[in-house]
Nanobody, 121 residues
Framework: QVQLVESGGGLVQAGGSLRLSCAASGRTFSSYNMMAWFRQAPGKEREFVVG?????RSADSVQGRFTISRDNAKNTVYLQMNSLKPEDTAVYYC????????????????WGQGTQVTVSS
């Protein structure tokens, strides 16, 4: 089992940048195939933002504005967010799972507690 803790959220103006971190403890981080960031805005369902597999394959749903990276030695995954927009305001969660590539929230068994990102206009 793994424990995930996100950090780095905050308030930023539109057009700005933030970097979120997700530190893992417990089971070896690199043993999970998929790591991803999801977000949930008030009144909306949790949605996939960006993910990366152990092989390095990555994909995002934000037109390339966000980049995910993983540092297996530090047991940490990062989310670099650029050109932020007010509609990016949400609680951001990192998550991992053992299986094959997935953007489905239901496939991810392990989640962090989330970190709030607020983008002002």
């Amino acid at each position: 089992q793994v424990q995930l803790v996100e950090s780095g959220g905050g308030l930023v103006q539109a057009g700005g940048s933030l970097r979120l971190s997700c530190a893992a403890s417990g089971r070896t981080f690199s043993s999970y195939n998929m790591m991803a960031w999801f977000r949930q805005a008030p009144g909306k369902e949790r949605e996939f933002v960006v993910g990366i597999s152990r092989s390095g394959r990555s994909a995002d749903s934000v037109q390339g504005r966000f980049t995910i990276s993983r540092d297996n030695a530090k047991n940490t995954v990062y989310l670099q967010m650029n050109s932020l927009k007010p509609e990016d305001t949400a609680v951001y969660y990192c998550a991992v799972h053992d299986g094959s590539w997935s953007m489905n929230v239901n496939d991810y068994a392990y989640w962090g507690q989330g970190t709030q990102v607020t983008v002002s206009s």
